[in-house]
């Protein structure tokens, strides 16, 4: 297998080399972004809100994670792929491997992500134990937009973060080969990246976790309405879209992005 793998990753965790992931929804892009040395493209259902014009995550469905998956695979060959579990395509642990085997088979992950805690403890002990690598999502969950009122930081209050860091080790050990860690305070993001022996990723949880995710099209100041505050521009100051990437991978891999101001 050409691609990166797992075992890489969690390699990278232990001596302490930055994670570079971006989202990708095209062939297009994702030749380009691991020519600039990103690592792992996530195949997000942020694409509801950035390709398709959606309001919410919520519209996306398994057929619209399944295409888009497949035109990124096509276009890459050496990046780690992971895929985004659209809204209600996990709501049983059956529907998820049922669902988690179309985005493998026919679309070409290598792992999927699914949002939420120890509800899910279940769905990924009958997913990891089939060969499915799961990567968890926890802090704050899009796909509950409507239950959390808006898109909000996430585990400020005491008992929230202690909650936020049980569902961690639940999941991981539930068989999470990966944590994505959402709108967190940057304390939390260390404190939880120090508990777990898998990756963890930071979008918007500061700088001292194991690697850094943003939307694709936030980096390059082209997302409708107002991109997240943990969020930079990295076309700014840059003359080409191949080097704002480059800017990203490096800034990331110095451990230069995010700075603790651009944290909560
Ligand atoms: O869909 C997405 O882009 C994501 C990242 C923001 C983590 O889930
Ligand atoms: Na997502």
């Not at 996990?90 to 949002?115: C, F, H, I, S, W």
């Not at 107002?226 to 080097?243: C, E, H, Q, T």
Request: charged letters at 20%; hydrophobic letters at 40%; proline letters at 5%.
């Amino acid at each position: 297998m050409s691609r990166l793998t797992l075992t890489k990753l969690r390699k990278m965790k232990q001596q302490g080399e930055k994670i570079a992931m971006l989202t990708a929804y095209d062939a297009s892009f994702a030749a380009l972004l691991e020519t600039a040395g990103v690592e792992a493209l996530l195949v997000g259902d942020s694409l509801g809100m950035v390709v398709q014009g959606q309001e919410s995550t919520l519209p996306v469905t398994m057929d619209d994670m399944v295409y888009h998956c497949q035109n990124v695979v096509r276009g890459s060959h050496r990046a780690f792929i992971l895929a985004d579990m659209p809204f209600m395509s996990y709501a049983t642990p059956t529907q998820a491997v049922d669902n988690a085997a179309r985005l493998m088979r026919e679309g070409g992950a290598q792992m999927v992500k699914l949002e939420g805690g120890r509800l899910l403890r279940k769905t990924v002990e009958q997913l990891t134990t089939r060969g499915i690598p799961v990567c968890a999502h926890l802090g704050l969950l899009p796909q509950s937009v409507h239950r959390i009122g808006g898109y909000r930081v996430q585990g400020r209050q005491e008992n929230s973060a202690q909650e936020i860091h049980e569902d961690a080790v639940i999941l991981q050990q539930a068989g999470a080969d990966m944590l994505i860690l959402e709108c967190v305070p940057a304390r939390l993001g260390k404190e939880i990246t120090q508990a777990l022996e898998i990756p963890v990723i930071s979008c918007g949880a500061g700088p001292d976790c194991n690697g850094q995710v943003l939307v694709l099209y936030d980096l390059l100041g082209i997302s409708p309405g107002k991109p997240p505050s943990f969020s930079r521009n990295f076309l700014d100051g840059a003359d080409s879209i191949p080097n704002a990437i480059q800017a990203y991978v490096s800034a990331v891999k110095k451990g230069q992005f995010p700075t603790l101001e651009l944290s909560y």
